[in-house]
């Protein structure tokens, strides 16, 4: 995955997202070797209410489908997939580690912090540009810059949370 191919599809994709109403939570770009080495643009977006249709997704891939083919940033075969982040979704922008704290998160940095690079803990937020994490009573500054990955945890509440947003 090359992530000047993915930073030059967002540069390339975002206005076009945003016009149609959507934010970009995530790009990347995966190889496959079930598909016989063809790579898969998956594209993660939502509406700043935290919802897409499976219209918008279609949406979406027929705007951006245009813009690649003109552009044509990926050099080969590739599939499009543009879906939602779901329910234990990546956590890609600042707003996300606000959004949901209180939640069980998976935070894995390009660094080592106290002798570790994953932690698995409740969020509680952001300090300056720190995630704030409690992992077994103990709370952890880790610096956003420094994060390779991160997502929430499928636990009971966040699906409970997410039916009564549904209900409401």
């Given at each position: 995955m090359?992530?000047?191919?993915t930073d ?11 016009e149609l ?8 770009l ?15 977006t939502?509406?700043e ?15 951006v ?19 939602s ?38 969020l ?16 952890y500054?880790?610096?956003i ?6 997502k ?10 997410s039916q ?5």
């Amino acid at each position: 995955m090359s992530k000047a191919i993915t930073d030059k599809v967002t540069k390339l994709i975002t206005p076009t997202i945003e016009e149609l109403g959507y934010e970009i939570v995530r790009v990347l770009l995966l190889s496959s070797a079930r598909d016989g080495g063809v790579q898969t643009l998956q594209i993660m977006t939502e509406a700043e209410d935290g919802t897409i249709s499976v219209e918008g997704c279609a949406k979406i891939s027929r705007a951006v489908s245009v813009i690649l083919d003109v552009e044509d940033p990926i050099s080969g075969e590739y599939n499009l997939e543009v879906s939602s982040p779901g329910l234990d979704r990546p956590l890609t922008r600042r707003k996300d580690f606000v959004n949901y704290a209180g939640y069980e998160v998976k935070v894995e940095m390009e660094c080592a912090i106290e002798g570790r690079r994953r932690f698995k803990g409740e969020l509680l937020g952001l300090k300056g540009d720190e995630i704030n994490i409690l992992v077994d009573g103990i709370e952890y500054l880790l610096p956003i810059e420094d994060v390779l990955k991160s997502k929430l945890v499928l636990t009971d509440e966040l699906i409970a949370a997410s039916q009564a947003a549904l209900n409401n």
